[in-house]
């Protein structure tokens, strides 16, 4: 008996020992905690510990969990800025958690593949992070899940067909990745999903059929893949109706398919789509006249720019009889005609820029609020718009206007934006400026035939933000200026025009100045020394000017940007500004020093200016210069046009005689030689090498990271040789240049300085080759303005395509980030010579016979 009551001793004991053990929940929990590398605001660290478990066993009380009972329910750990390699299968110990969301941090890891084990979870968002790989398999055991995000992270590869196992999902969205392939069918068997974004990833092919079956889509966004198709005859047939999509929902209320290669027209297929609200099928391929839209009768944002539209304007869409429309964006055609009233009460924004559209403005614009009609060939003057009363952002630059600066009122009251240049408005501006536009922040008006002094209350105007007057025949002083501190210009250009006199001593009460330009005026004096109170100044230009007397002492340390060249300035340059580079003060300011430690200025300026003879006899040998270089030039093209019907003559055999005799040395590999050659090969397969030799003229070494010192290289236009990267700045770019490895190092100077050749342009921007000065080739990608996305997210594209190692692939370097939207540059290797152009076209100078049919299909095989 006294046995049998100590072992029930000892087996309470044992039990009681057993119940202060860390539940399998917690362990799971800490065993996530080990993996974080950074937590800024110790939301996790600071509060996950063993001291604060419930009496249950269940640590409801640390920061972004929720239990339900003794187990956890939730866990949240949205946007901390967490840092992480993270091993998420450990989650799958939580055996009751229904929700999992940590976005916007920036876990790594990959998507673990027992997520089917997860039986209980409902909802799980890992966005905006940095996980990678592929989806698994087993992707779609996850039965119970209903709410799915992983947009914003680097999975990469085919979306598995496993994905319709989520029977439940009603929300996926797989945005801004690296996804590729074509779309799985089964998507099309997810029967309670509402909202799917696969936006913005590299999925190819046609989209799949069998949306129909989705009874309860409303939000279909396929934007910014490729996407291809023709939107003409079967695209548009399903079972027993018309659709845009072959088989969509009808329940569809938001569909996206900008950025693709959808190609076709409009048809009266839309007129079945009554639900829709939201139609974007920007930047496409599309062409053909634009339908009436006439009974999609909920349809609020109609987007259809950067296509290929022609014909009128349907007056349907301006009118709103049957619309509700809010935004029409029909930017980027080539749509013609006039444009009548704009009757509609719904439309807000309005944007037909970028066409061939015609006649006067129109005298009515309804409500709209954003009116951009630049890039047109509008003409007539501008008092038409004299009932435009609720206009607050108007574009009409870049058209045919002419006649003088309306001075009549009521004039645009609630306007904030105008913009008028490169039109061919004439006249003085008028006085009354701030009671017409009393709300004016932005004023462009540049490129224009105005003449006549400044309105004197204009640059005191306490609404002002932007200035932009350049490129006119202005006269008369600058002035006057606000005797106080409460100006709110940000930019002012007044440059090429003809202002004179001196600068009012009152500038310092521009304090909130960023971007002066006064260049190419007749302005004289010294500069004031109130200047050195504009301390947000980052831009000053003040070149071809007359100015004398010193620099002012103490300008901005904000300035990144300045050119006081082509003056006549005197004295010692200030200490703070030696780090910006001679051509900043010369040519001109002969008595101009620069300090101990810059360059000297007579090997910039060269010392005093050259007399009229000599700039005489510079032209006069130029002009001669030109004429032998045009000589020459149609002395070559006679010469290689002869040469062209010879080769014409030569039979086949002749020419494979020809291709035995190349000196091995003579640098130039045709894809005649490389094909002859593996004619008695086994395989007859190039290898890479030889693919990039065929393609370029020149086998690099396969150590190499760069190419050295090209050879040869297709010919460019005379107006397409040496480009200079012009940025100016104290080291001409100033931004960040970020490297992706090892290989090269330079400074943003150094590249600013290298010599760039023009290679070719696209819609993402301008390639130049530049020359380093360690004699090193890179090819600069200058992309274009709004193509850049934010700066986390380019970044993270830039790092994801440079991991892509391919003999096919040029290799990334490097990227440049500037302070603008204008200077966001791409480096690579540089590969030269020559392109497959010049093998596979008949052109002037093209050496070697033109490639044979079997010789072209053999390289499209390889």
Same mark, same amino acid.
């Given at each position: 008996?006294?046995?049998?009551?100590?072992?029930?001793?000892?087996?309470?004991? %044992?039990?009681?020992?057993?119940?202060?053990?860390?539940?399998?929940?917690? $362990?799971?929990?800490?065993?996530?905690?080990?993996?974080?590398?950074?937590?800024?605001?110790?939301?996790?660290?600071?509060?996950?510990?063993?001291?604060?478990?419930?009496?249950?066993?269940?640590?409801?009380?640390?920061?972004?969990?929720?239990?339900?009972?003794?187990? %956890?329910?939730?866990?949240?750990?949205?946007?901390?800025?967490?840092?992480?390699?993270?091993?998420?299968?450990?989650?799958?110990?939580?055996?009751?958690?229904?929700?999992?969301?940590?976005?916007?941090?920036?876990?790594?890891?990959?998507?673990?593949?027992?997520?089917?084990?997860?039986?209980?979870?409902?909802?799980?968002?890992?966005?905006?992070?940095?996980?990678?790989?592929?989806?698994?398999?087993?992707?779609?055991?996850?039965?119970?899940?209903?709410?799915?995000?992983?947009?914003?992270?680097?999975?990469?590869?085919?979306?598995?067909?496993?994905?319709?196992?989520?029977?439940?999902?009603?929300?996926?969205?797989?945005?801004?990745?690296?996804?590729?392939?074509?779309?799985?069918?089964?998507?099309?068997?997810?029967?309670?999903?509402?909202?799917?974004?696969?936006?913005?990833?590299?999925?190819?092919?046609?989209?799949?059929?069998?949306?129909?079956?989705?009874?309860?889509?409303?939000?279909?966004?396929?934007?910014?893949?490729?996407?291809?198709?023709?939107?003409?005859?079967?695209?548009?047939?399903?079972?027993?109706?018309?659709?845009?999509?072959?088989?969509?929902?009808?329940?569809?209320?938001?569909?996206?398919?900008?950025?693709?290669?959808?190609?076709?027209?409009?048809?009266?297929?839309?007129?079945?789509?009554?639900?829709?609200?939201?139609?974007?099928?920007?930047?496409?391929?599309?062409?053909?006249?634009?339908?009436?839209?006439?009974?999609?009768?909920?349809?609020?944002?109609?987007? *259809?720019?950067?296509?290929?539209?022609?014909?009128?304007?349907?007056?349907?869409? *301006?009118?709103?009889?049957?619309?509700?429309?809010?935004? *029409?964006?029909?930017?980027?055609?080539?749509?013609?005609?006039?444009?009548?009233?704009?009757?509609?009460?719904?439309?807000?924004?309005?944007?037909?820029?970028?066409?061939?559209?015609?006649?006067?403005?129109?005298?009515?614009?309804?409500?709209?609020?954003?009116?951009?009609?630049?890039?047109?060939?509008?003409?007539?003057?501008?008092?038409?718009?004299?009932?435009?009363?609720?206009?607050?952002?108007?574009?009409?630059?870049?058209?045919?206007?002419?006649?003088?600066?309306?001075?009549?009122?009521?004039?645009?009251?609630?306007?904030?934006?105008?913009?008028?240049?490169?039109?061919?408005?004439?006249?003085?501006?008028?006085?009354?400026?701030?009671?017409?536009?009393?709300?004016?922040?932005?004023?462009?008006?540049?490129?224009?035939?105005?003449?006549?002094?400044?309105?004197?209350?204009?640059?005191?105007?306490?609404?002002?933000?932007?200035?932009?007057?350049?490129?006119?025949?202005?006269?008369?002083?600058?002035?006057?200026?606000?005797?106080?501190?409460?100006?709110?210009?940000?930019?002012?250009?007044?440059?090429?025009?003809?202002?004179?006199?001196?600068?009012?001593?009152?500038?310092?009460?521009?304090?909130?100045?960023?971007?002066?330009?006064?260049?190419?005026?007749?302005?004289?004096?010294?500069?004031?020394?109130?200047?050195?109170?504009?301390?947000?100044?980052?831009?000053?230009?003040?070149?071809?000017?007359?100015?004398?007397?010193?620099?002012?002492?103490?300008?901005?340390?904000?300035?990144?940007?300045?050119?006081?060249?082509?003056?006549?300035?005197?004295?010692?340059?200030?200490?703070?500004? =030696?780090?910006?580079?001679?051509?900043?003060?010369?040519?001109?300011?002969?008595?101009?020093? *620069?300090?101990?430690?810059?360059?000297?200025?007579?090997?910039?300026?060269?010392?005093?200016?050259?007399?009229?003879?000599?700039?005489?006899?510079?032209?006069?040998?130029?002009?001669?210069?030109?004429?032998?270089?045009?000589?020459?030039?149609?002395?070559?093209?006679?010469?290689?046009?002869?040469?062209?019907?010879?080769?014409?003559?030569?039979?086949?055999?002749?020419?494979?005689?020809?291709?035995?005799?190349?000196?091995?040395?003579?640098?130039?590999?045709?894809?005649?030689?490389?094909?002859?050659?593996?004619?008695?090969?086994?395989?007859?397969?190039?290898?890479?090498?030889?693919?990039?030799?065929?393609?370029?003229?020149?086998?690099?070494?396969?150590?190499?990271?760069?190419?050295?010192?090209?050879?040869?290289?297709?010919?460019?236009?005379?107006?397409?040789?040496?480009?200079?990267?012009?940025?100016?700045?104290?080291?001409?770019?100033?931004?960040?240049?970020?490297?992706?490895?090892?290989?090269?190092?330079?400074?943003?100077?150094?590249?600013?300085?290298?010599?760039?050749?023009?290679?070719?342009?696209?819609?993402?921007?301008?390639?130049?080759?530049?020359?380093?000065?360690?004699?090193?080739?890179?090819?600069? =990608?200058?992309?274009?303005?709004? %193509?850049?996305?934010?700066?986390?997210?380019?970044?993270?594209?830039?790092?994801?395509?440079?991991?892509?190692?391919?003999?096919?692939? %040029?290799?990334?370097?490097?990227?440049?980030?500037?302070?603008?939207?204008?200077?966001?540059?791409?480096?690579?290797?540089?590969?030269?010579?020559?392109?497959?152009?010049?093998?596979?076209?008949?052109?002037?100078?093209?050496?070697?016979?033109?490639?044979?049919?079997?010789?072209?299909?053999?390289?499209?095989? $390889?």
């Amino acid at each position: 008996m006294m046995n049998l009551s100590r072992l029930l001793l000892l087996s309470m004991f %044992v039990l009681s020992a057993m119940g202060q053990l860390p539940s399998q929940d917690i $362990m799971a929990l800490l065993e996530f905690k080990k993996s974080i590398k950074h937590d800024p605001t110790g939301f996790v660290l600071n509060s996950w510990n063993d001291e604060s478990i419930d009496l249950n066993g269940c640590p409801s009380s640390w920061n972004g969990i929720a239990c339900n009972g003794a187990n %956890v329910a939730n866990v949240v750990l949205d946007n901390l800025s967490l840092s992480a390699d993270a091993d998420l299968s450990v989650f799958s110990n939580l055996t009751m958690l229904v929700k999992l969301s940590m976005a916007n941090n920036s876990i790594s890891g990959v998507l673990p593949s027992n997520l089917g084990s997860f039986k209980s979870l409902q909802f799980l968002d890992l966005s905006d992070n940095l996980l990678s790989s592929s989806l698994p398999k087993e992707f779609g055991r996850s039965v119970s899940l209903k709410n799915l995000s992983l947009a914003g992270n680097n999975f990469s590869g085919e979306v598995p067909e496993s994905l319709g196992g989520l029977i439940s999902l009603q929300s996926l969205d797989m945005s801004r990745n690296s996804f590729s392939g074509p779309l799985p069918k089964s998507l099309t068997m997810l029967n309670d999903l509402l909202y799917l974004n696969l936006s913005s990833n590299g999925f190819t092919g046609k989209i799949p059929r069998g949306f129909d079956l989705v009874p309860s889509l409303q939000v279909l966004d396929l934007h910014g893949n490729s996407f291809d198709g023709n939107l003409d005859g079967k695209f548009f047939l399903s079972t027993n109706a018309s659709y845009l999509l072959p088989g969509v929902s009808e329940s569809i209320k938001h569909l996206n398919l900008s950025h693709n290669l959808l190609e076709g027209s409009l048809t009266s297929g839309f007129q079945l789509f009554q639900n829709l609200k939201v139609l974007d099928l920007s930047n496409n391929q599309l062409s053909g006249e634009l339908p009436g839209f006439n009974y999609v009768y909920d349809l609020q944002v109609l987007k *259809l720019s950067n296509n290929r539209f022609s014909g009128s304007l349907p007056n349907n869409l *301006l009118k709103g009889d049957s619309l509700d429309l809010t935004t *029409l964006d029909l930017s980027g055609n080539n749509l013609s005609g006039p444009i009548s009233a704009i009757m509609s009460t719904t439309l807000h924004t309005l944007d037909l820029s970028s066409n061939s559209l015609t006649g006067e403005l129109p005298l009515l614009t309804g409500r709209c609020v954003l009116l951009d009609l630049s890039n047109n060939q509008f003409e007539g003057n501008l008092t038409r718009w004299s009932k435009w009363e609720n206009v607050e952002y108007l574009d009409l630059s870049q058209n045919r206007f002419t006649g003088s600066f309306p001075d009549v009122t009521p004039q645009l009251l609630r306007a904030n934006h105008l913009n008028l240049s490169h039109n061919k408005l004439t006249g003085s501006l008028p006085e009354r400026i701030p009671t017409h536009y009393p709300k004016l922040g932005v004023l462009d008006i540049s490129s224009n035939g105005l003449d006549g002094p400044l309105p004197s209350t204009l640059l005191s105007m306490p609404t002002l933000e932007e200035i932009h007057l350049q490129n006119n025949g202005l006269t008369g002083n600058i002035g006057p200026l606000p005797s106080s501190s409460g100006s709110k210009i940000r930019l002012l250009d007044l440059s090429h025009n003809r202002f004179d006199g001196d600068l009012p001593s009152a500038f310092g009460s521009l304090n909130k100045l960023q971007v002066l330009n006064l260049a190419a005026n007749n302005l004289s004096g010294s500069l004031p020394s109130s200047m050195n109170e504009m301390v947000s100044l980052s831009s000053l230009d003040l070149s071809q000017n007359h100015f004398t007397g010193p620099l002012p002492s103490n300008l901005s340390s904000s300035l990144v940007a300045l050119n006081v060249s082509y003056n006549d300035l005197s004295g010692t340059v200030p200490e703070n500004l =030696k780090n910006f580079p001679p051509p900043s003060f010369y040519p001109g300011n002969s008595m101009l020093i *620069l300090p101990a430690g810059s360059t000297s200025a007579s090997e910039v300026s060269k010392g005093k200016p050259m007399n009229l003879l000599i700039k005489i006899v510079i032209i006069v040998s130029c002009a001669i210069a030109l004429i032998i270089l045009i000589l020459v030039a149609i002395l070559l093209f006679c010469i290689c046009k002869s040469r062209r019907r010879e080769e014409r003559s030569i039979t086949g055999k002749d020419i494979n005689r020809q291709a035995q005799t190349i000196p091995s040395g003579s640098g130039v590999v045709s894809a005649e030689d490389l094909v002859a050659s593996r004619k008695g090969s086994s395989s007859g397969i190039l290898s890479p090498d030889e693919k990039l030799a065929v393609a370029t003229g020149f086998s690099p070494s396969k150590t190499s990271n760069l190419s050295w010192s090209p050879g040869s290289g297709d010919s460019l236009p005379a107006d397409q040789q040496l480009a200079r990267l012009d940025v100016r700045s104290p080291d001409r770019l100033v931004g960040e240049l970020q490297f992706l490895d090892e290989s090269i190092k330079l400074t943003p100077e150094e590249l600013s300085r290298a010599p760039a050749e023009v290679l070719g342009r696209s819609s993402h921007g301008t390639s130049y080759r530049a020359t380093l000065d360690n004699g090193v080739f890179l090819t600069v =990608k200058w992309l274009r303005e709004g %193509v850049a996305k934010q700066r986390k997210e380019f970044a993270k594209e830039v790092k994801k395509f440079a991991n892509i190692r391919h003999p096919n692939v %040029v290799t990334l370097r490097g990227y440049y980030w500037g302070p603008t939207q204008h200077e966001k540059l791409i480096l690579s290797d540089y590969i030269s010579p020559g392109s497959l152009a010049s093998f596979l076209y008949d052109r002037p100078g093209r050496k070697g016979p033109p490639l044979a049919w079997i010789q072209r299909l053999k390289l499209q095989l $390889m």
